[in-house]
């Protein structure tokens, strides 16, 4: 499978969608089903890696497969408010790297000594 950029995973939601009357959701919808989605995707972290194991009745999710399911539903929401999400990228790490640059401790180079 070839790489796919942010915005040909945005065309490629929106030719999807596209497809039906409904068109998407409400911004107050689609933020209702990113919530219920974060929730399952809580559900198979605490199940993985927290004190709750499933039931042997429960259904066998992946992690891989919650985190595919909210990042469809967050393309949607972008989508539907017209947000380019390699924009927003864009700037969220553009202040990651100034305002928040010396936040955290960063991991020696070698050649590099302590300060």
Not at 3 to 32: C, N, R
Not at 38 to 44: C, H, I, Q
Request: net charge negative.
């Amino acid at each position: 499978m070839s790489e796919k950029t942010m915005k040909i995973m945005q065309d490629e939601v929106d030719q999807y969608i596209s497809q039906f009357k409904e068109g998407y959701f409400s911004p107050l919808a689609m933020l209702a089903r990113m919530t219920e989605e974060l929730g399952e995707l809580s559900r198979e972290v605490n199940h993985y890696y927290g004190e709750k194991p499933k039931k042997n009745t429960e259904k066998e999710n992946t992690i891989e497969e919650e985190m595919g399911d909210v990042l469809f539903v967050l393309i949607c929401f972008a989508n539907s408010l017209n947000i380019d999400l390699q924009e927003a990228h864009d700037r969220v790490m553009e202040k990651f790297q100034t305002r928040d640059k010396d936040r955290w401790t960063r991991i020696e180079t070698e050649g590099e000594e302590e300060k």
